[in-house]
C-alpha cells in the first residue's frame, strides 16, 4: 500500500511544542491572562467623520487609474502597469465558481480615498480622528509592548509607518510601498518583484488591483538576519462605498526569518465595500517566514484577497489565518514551494455567521524534490452563515518525495447554516504520500450535557467547546492576537442561548 | 462526431484544475437535449433490458454483453425492485479491440429503482479491449430501508467514463459503492459521483481503490449531498491510489455538501507509492 518518505517528513516538520515561541509581551500580565474581557462591539463598529478626505469618483476608468498613479508621482513603468491591468480586468469574466458577487458594482465603489494627512512617523502628528481609531483597535500600545514596527493604513494611504531602531540597523527595510517605491535603492527591487508572483492574468481581481493597489508595505530581510519581534501591518477601511487594495511585498533573503503580523477592520455601512489586496512572499534559501492574520472586516465587505509565497530551497512559509468578518470573501493564500525541502504550513479558521458567505481556503504547488506541506483548516458555520473549505494541491512531475496532508474539520452550529469542503488535489509524480480527511459535524451532545452539568450555561459551554475547536490557530498567535481571536468568537457566539443541542 | 461534457461535479471549482468536467468527442448519434453524458447515452440507446426483482426467492441475474471493435452501441438496463425485493444483477461487458480500432464505443446506463425495503446488489465488471471507448452511467433511486450495493471493476478500455448518481430519498435507505480500476498504457478513467441524501437517517459510504500505472491518468470525483432535512444521515469516503508509473496523473475532487446540522460527513485520501 502507499507510504512515503516519513523520515524526511518528521525532519522538515518538528513537532509544535518544540518550535520557539513568539515573543509573549510585557503587558501580558497574569490577571489579564486569567480574566474573562468584557465584549465592546464598539471596538470595531465605529464611523469617523471623512471630513478632509478626498475621494475620488466612484467607478473604475483609465482616467481614475491615471489620476491614483498622478497622485503618487510614481515612475512610468508603474502607469503603464495599472493601464494594462485595468485592460485584463475589462477581458476577464467573474468566477462562476464561488459566492454570488451580484452585490458588488465597481460603478459604485470609489477606489481612491486620501485620508487628510500624510504618512507620520510618530503618533503625536497623526490626526486625532485618525490616531483614535488606531488607539480604539490597540495598534500603539501594541507597537509600544512588542512589535519591532508597525505600518497603518487608513482608507487608501499609509498614515504612519515605524521600525524600531534595532530592527533598522540589523538592515530590516520596513517602508510603506510607495515610500519604498520613491526609493532609488530599493525601486529596482520593487520593480523586479512587484506582481510577479500575482499576476494581472491570474483573476480578475488581481487584474483589478493592478489598476488601482495603493498603500501597503515593504519588507526586506537581509540574508541571516532573524527579527525576533513581529512587524504588524493594520489595515483600516473607514469611508463608505469604499475599496481598500494595499499592497504587502516581503522579501526574506536566504537564511532570514520573519514573523508578520495583519489585521484589519471597517464599520458597517449598508452599502457594499471592496478589499481587494495583494500580499507576495519571497523566501530564500534557508529562510522562514510566518504570515499571521486576524481578518475582522464589516459584513458589508466583499473580501477578495489574494496571497501568494514562493519558496526556495530549504525555506519555509507559515500561514495562521483567522476569518471572522466580510460579508462575501474569498480568501485561499498560496504557497509554491520551488527549492528541494521547502515546506509550508497552513493553519486557519473561518467563522460564517449570519448573512455571511466565506470561501476560503488554500493552495499549494509543489514543484521540486522532497518538498512538504500541512494544512490544518477549521471552519464554523452558525445562524445562517455559508462556510466553504477549498483547497487545491497540485505536486508536479519535479516534485517526487513529496510529502503533504490536509486536514479540514467544519463545525455546523444549528440548522439554518451550510459548511461545504471542496479540496483537490492533483498528482503527477509516482514517489509521493498524500494524505487528505475531511469531517462535517455538530457539537455533540453528550459533550455539552458534560459541560453544563459542570454549571455552564448552553452558551458558555458552546463558547468553550468552539473555542477548544479553534485552539490549534489561537495557539499559533502571539497571546494578545489569540485573545482578540477569542473575543471575536465570543462575539459571534452571542444568542447561542436556548439553542436547540 | 459530438462533443460532450462528461461527470460535471455538483459542485466546481478552480478551472484550472480540469476537474469541472471533461469535454471529449464521442462518436454515434448527438446527445439528446444537453450535451452531456445522460443525453449521449439516450440518444445512442437501441437495447434496452428491464429486470424486475422479487419478493421471497433471492434472484441472481447474469448479463454479458458483447462489444463489438468498430461499433457505437449503448446498452440500457432497468432493474425494479418492488418492496421487499431481494436480488443480485451482475453485468460484465467485454470485447476485444485492441488500441487503434477506430470507432469502437460501448454504452452502459443502468437504472435501479428500489421500493420500500428493498435489498439488491449490482455487479459491474468491464474488461474491453484498449481500443474502446467505455460510458458507464448508473442511476440509483431509493425508497424508505431499501438498500443497494453497487460494485464497479473497471480493467481495459482506453477511455473510461463513469457516472453515478445516487438519490436516497427514502428515510432509512443505504448505499454502499466499492470501485476498483486499474489504469494502463495511457488509459484515460474519468468518474463522478453525486449522492444526495435527501431522507432522514441514510447512509452513504464509497470506497474507492485505484491503480495506475505507466502514462494513465484518472479523475475522480465524489460529492456526498447531505441536503437540509436529511436528520441523522451519514455520508463517507474514501480513496486509495497506488501510483505505479513515473508519469501517471491523478485528480481528486472529494466534496462534502452539508446543508443540515444533524448528520455526519466524512472523507478521506490517500494517494502514493510502493
Not at chain 1, 489574494?306 to 530551497?313: C, I, M, S
Not at chain 1, 506541506?373 to 494541491?393: L, M
Request: proline share 4%; net charge negative.
Amino acid at each position: 500500500m502507499p507510504t512515503g518518505s516519513s523520515s524526511s517528513a518528521a525532519r522538515r516538520f518538528l513537532p509544535k511544542r518544540l518550535r520557539p515561541k513568539a515573543p509573549v509581551s510585557k503587558v501580558a500580565a497574569a490577571e489579564e491572562r486569567a480574566s474573562v474581557i468584557d465584549v465592546d462591539r464598539s471596538r470595531y463598529d465605529f464611523i469617523k467623520s471623512e471630513e478632509g478626505s478626498e475621494r475620488l469618483a466612484a467607478g473604475l476608468t483609465p482616467d481614475i487609474v491615471r489620476e491614483i498613479s498622478a497622485r503618487k508621482e510614481e515612475p512610468v513603468w508603474m502607469l503603464e502597469h495599472r493601464l494594462r491591468s485595468l485592460e485584463i480586468y475589462n477581458s476577464l469574466p467573474v468566477p462562476d465558481w464561488g459566492p454570488p458577487l451580484d452585490g458588488l458594482h465597481m460603478d459604485n465603489i470609489v477606489t481612491y480615498v486620501k485620508p487628510p494627512t500624510d504618512i507620520k512617523s510618530d503618533w503625536e502628528s497623526v490626526p486625532d480622528d485618525i490616531k483614535d481609531t488606531f488607539e480604539r483597535l490597540g495598534i500603539p500600545q501594541a507597537e509600544r509592548a512588542y512589535l519591532a514596527g508597525v505600518g497603518a493604513q487608513y482608507d487608501s494611504e499609509l498614515v504612519y509607518h515605524n521600525v524600531q531602531n534595532t530592527a533598522a540597523k540589523a538592515g530590516i527595510v520596513y517602508e510603506g510601498f510607495e515610500e519604498a517605491l520613491k526609493n532609488p535603492e530599493y525601486e529596482p527591487i520593487i520593480r523586479e518583484h512587484f506582481m510577479k508572483l500575482i499576476t494581472p492574468e491570474d483573476h480578475k481581481f488581481a487584474a483589478l488591483h493592478g489598476a488601482v493597489w495603493s498603500g501597503g508595505s515593504f519588507v526586506y530581510v537581509p540574508a541571516g538576519v532573524t527579527l525576533d519581534f513581529p512587524l504588524q501591518s493594520y489595515f483600516r477601511l473607514n469611508a463608505k462605498g469604499a475599496g481598500q487594495f494595499e499592497h504587502t511585498l516581503i522579501i526574506v533573503e536566504d537564511g532570514g526569518s520573519l514573523h508578520f503580523i495583519e489585521g484589519c477592520s471597517a464599520p458597517k455601512y449598508n452599502v457594499a465595500n471592496l478589499h481587494a489586496g495583494a500580499v507576495e512572499l519571497f523566501i530564500g534559501k534557508g529562510a522562514h517566514l510566518r504570515y499571521s492574520t486576524i481578518e475582522n472586516w464589516s459584513k458589508n465587505m466583499y473580501n477578495l484577497n489574494t496571497k501568494r509565497a514562493l519558496v526556495g530551497e530549504d525555506g519555509d512559509v507559515e500561514w495562521v489565518s483567522g476569518s471572522f468578518g466580510s460579508g462575501v470573501g474569498y480568501l485561499y493564500p498560496m504557497s509554491i514551494l520551488n527549492g528541494a525541502r521547502a515546506c509550508c504550513e497552513f493553519t486557519g479558521i473561518t467563522f460564517a455567521g449570519a448573512t455571511q458567505n466565506l470561501d476560503t481556503g488554500c493552495k499549494v504547488v509543489l514543484n521540486a524534490p522532497d518538498t512538504s506541506a500541512r494544512v490544518d483548516a477549521k471552519g464554523i458555520s452558525k445562524d445562517g452563515g455559508i462556510q466553504t473549505f477549498r483547497s487545491s494541491v497540485v505536486v508536479t512531475e519535479k516534485a517526487e518525495g513529496a510529502d503533504v496532508f490536509v486536514s479540514c474539520s467544519n463545525l455546523m452550529l444549528d440548522d439554518r447554516s451550510r459548511s461545504d469542503t471542496i479540496p483537490a488535489m492533483d498528482v503527477r509524480a509516482k514517489r509521493v504520500n498524500i494524505g487528505h480527511e475531511a469531517s462535517i459535524g455538530r457539537i455533540g451532545d453528550d459533550m455539552l450535557f458534560y459541560l453544563m452539568s459542570r454549571g455552564l450555561s448552553e452558551q458558555e459551554a458552546r463558547t468553550t467547546i468552539v473555542n477548544g475547536f479553534a485552539n490549534p490557530v489561537s495557539k499559533e498567535l502571539p497571546l494578545e492576537y489569540a485573545v482578540e481571536m477569542n473575543n471575536l468568537i465570543k462575539l459571534e457566539m452571542e444568542g447561542m442561548e436556548g439553542a436547540i443541542g | 462526431m459530438a462533443e460532450v461534457l462528461m461527470n460535471r461535479p455538483p459542485a466546481i471549482t478552480w478551472h484550472r484544475l480540469r476537474a469541472n468536467g471533461t469535454l471529449v468527442e464521442l462518436p454515434g448519434a448527438a446527445p439528446l437535449g444537453d450535451a452531456d453524458m445522460a443525453g449521449w447515452l439516450a440518444a445512442n440507446t437501441a437495447d434496452r433490458r428491464q429486470v424486475e426483482l422479487t419478493c421471497g426467492e433471492e434472484a441472481a441475474v447474469q448479463m454479458d454483453i458483447d462489444a463489438v471493435a468498430g461499433e457505437v452501441a449503448v446498452h440500457a438496463v432497468d432493474v425494479i425492485a418492488p418492496a421487499g425485493a431481494r436480488g443480485r444483477v451482475t453485468v460484465h461487458v467485454d470485447g476485444d479491440g485492441a488500441a487503434g480500432a477506430d470507432g469502437s464505443t460501448l454504452g452502459l446506463a443502468i437504472r435501479v429503482k428500489a421500493e420500500a425495503g428493498a435489498r439488491v446488489e449490482l455487479e459491474l465488471l468491464q474488461t474491453l479491449g484498449m481500443g474502446f471507448t467505455y460510458v458507464e452511467s448508473v442511476d440509483l433511486d431509493l425508497a424508505a430501508d431499501a438498500r443497494v450495493a453497487l460494485s464497479q471493476t473497471e480493467l481495459g478500455a482506453s477511455r473510461t467514463f463513469a457516472g453515478v448518481a445516487a438519490e436516497l430519498a427514502g428515510d432509512g435507505s443505504e448505499t454502499q459503492i466499492d470501485v476498483r480500476y486499474l489504469g494502463r498504457g495511457r488509459a484515460q478513467l474519468d468518474f463522478n459521483y453525486a449522492l444526495r441524501q435527501t431522507g432522514r437517517e441514510t447512509r452513504t459510504n464509497l470506497v474507492a481503490n485505484g491503480i495506475l500505472a505507466d502514462e494513465a491518468r484518472k479523475t475522480l470525483r465524489d460529492t456526498i449531498d447531505l441536503v437540509h432535512g436529511c436528520f441523522g444521515s451519514v455520508g463517507e469516503e474514501t480513496e486509495t491510489v497506488l501510483l505505479l508509473g513515473e508519469r501517471t496523473s491523478n485528480i481528486s475532487l472529494p466534496v462534502i455538501l452539508c446543508d443540515e446540522e444533524d448528520v455526519q460527513g466524512s472523507h478521506g485520501a490517500t494517494i502514493g507509492h510502493v
